[in-house]
């Protein structure tokens, strides 16, 4: 057994996911309390503490792929790049990964305030529109996909799953 099979990146994203999730919850909070946070300053706010959710969860898959890499070098196998492990999982939308979702949302909340009001034509904004995320709050949008849409109970339990999977991959490789 490698040492990196063990998943050690995912207790972080999950404090940090837990404590989002919190925050959330304050937001529905302030909601009652405060007549004008209203829906929209919900959105708002979602979009940011969801966005950096996203940007926490892109961050794990990068060190997971890294994680699987060794283990694979390991096996004597040949190393995934990042696009080929991010597009390794089994919800694919018009050829496009749930992991790929996750990564071009994390990049999309990073970049969106550089785009102006129109979307550039590139691999991110391809990702997204491949998943219908074309509204006016596309990180919430995603939120919502990956919970409601395809069961996860959330963002954390998705990419470790996709790691655990990578690594059962590359033993039935060896």
């Known amino acids: 057994m490698n040492i990196l099979e063990a998943d050690y990146g995912i207790g972080p994203l999950i404090d940090v996911e837990n404590t989002i999730l919190a925050g959330i919850e304050k937001l529905f909070e302030r909601n009652k309390q405060e007549p004008g946070f209203d829906g929209l300053w919900m959105n708002e706010y979602g979009e940011v ?20 890499n060794e283990v694979r070098k390991s096996l004597g196998l040949t190393q ?4 080929d492990a991010y597009k390794n999982h089994h919800v694919i939308v018009q050829n496009f990964s749930l992991i790929e979702l996750v990564n071009s949302a994390a990049n999309y909340f990073k970049h969106r305030d550089e785009w102006n009001d129109v979307w550039p034509d590139n691999y991110t904004t ?5 998943f219908s995320i ?8 995603v939120q919502q996909l990956i919970v409601t849409d395809y069961g996860y109970k959330n963002v954390s339990s998705l990419v470790s799953e ?3 999977q990578l690594i059962k991959k590359a033993m039935n490789e060896s």
């Open 134 to 141: 074309t509204g006016e709050f596309p990180i919430n949008d």
């Open 80 to 83: 995934l790049t990042k696009q």
């Open 49 to 68: 503490l969801f966005g950096s959710l996203l940007v926490t969860a892109q961050a794990y898959c990068v060190g997971a792929t890294l994680d699987i």
């Open 162 to 164: 996709w790691r655990e």
């Open 126 to 130: 391809k990702v997204l529109v491949a």
